[in-house]
């Protein structure tokens, strides 16, 4: 089955610094690449996904680039803001399934 | 929308108990599983639905049940719980798994704790 690997598991920066959160996937069926928000307490939130056609997506502050070759995609968040920090997961799927990664815990620093 | 509701937010069982997490959406969503969560291993899929009537087992299923008598309601049954079932329950829907509308909108979690 797919197997989805995410790093780093945490991650610091100052406020308005970039960040940048890696994942790689085994299953080179895998088409479609969400990332998730999750605040302390809460389900996690859908935050930009990316389909294997598309190689970057954008949406104001955040980014996410898909390599397909290298089976690795990329979560990009500039100028980080307080309200950033949270748990991120990144996952693939072929068929609706999701395998997500084990998490990176992101801490803004004011 | 009120979207994915689970009832009830904790939960403590003793070994051996048995109880039901209760999930309802009221998107109209065709798709939904249930996922758990534990510290450094992400999500993990235990049970999905296609459809009313259609379950599977998803990565972690041992020890759990479903069924989907309706469109709305997705309930997880612990037959006979165990310390190792300590953890975050989330119940996910999705429009459809058939169409690429592949978005999953997640509740926001039971916290079971097993003794």
């Known amino acids: 089955g797919e197997n989805v690997e995410q790093h780093p598991s945490t991650l610091s920066v100052q406020e308005g610094d970039s960040a940048v959160i890696k994942c790689t996937y085994s299953d080179s069926a895998s088409n479609y690449f969400p990332w998730y928000k999750q605040e302390l307490g809460k389900g996690p939130q859908l935050i930009i996904d990316?389909?294997?056609?598309?190689g970057e997506k954008k949406d104001q502050r955040i980014a996410v680039t898909l390599n397909k070759t290298a089976k690795h995609f990329s979560l990009h968040i500039t100028e980080t803001q307080p309200e950033d920090s949270a748990v991120y997961f990144c996952a693939a799927s072929k068929g609706g399934q999701l395998t997500f990664g084990s998490g990176t815990q992101l801490t803004v620093l004011p | 929308n009120a979207g994915v509701t689970q009832t009830p937010k904790f939960q403590v069982l003793k070994t051996g108990q048995s109880m039901t997490l209760q999930c309802a959406q009221d998107?109209?969503?065709?798709?939904m599983s249930w996922y758990r969560q534990d510290p450094g291993m992400g999500l993990r899929l235990i049970h999905y639905?296609?459809?009313?009537?259609?379950?599977d087992q998803g990565e972690v299923p041992n020890g759990y049940n479903v069924s989907r008598s309706t469109t709305e309601d997705f309930p997880l049954r612990l037959l006979s719980a165990a310390p190792s079932q300590t953890s975050v329950y989330f119940c996910?829907?999705?429009?459809?798994?058939?169409?690429?509308?592949?978005?999953?909108?997640f509740g926001p979690g039971t916290r079971l704790t097993v003794t």
């Open positions: 996910a829907s999705s429009y459809s798994y058939r169409v690429g509308s592949y978005e999953q909108y």
């Open positions: 990316i389909r294997s056609n598309v």
């Open positions: 639905s296609v459809g009313a009537g259609i379950t």
């Open positions: 998107m109209n969503h065709e798709y």
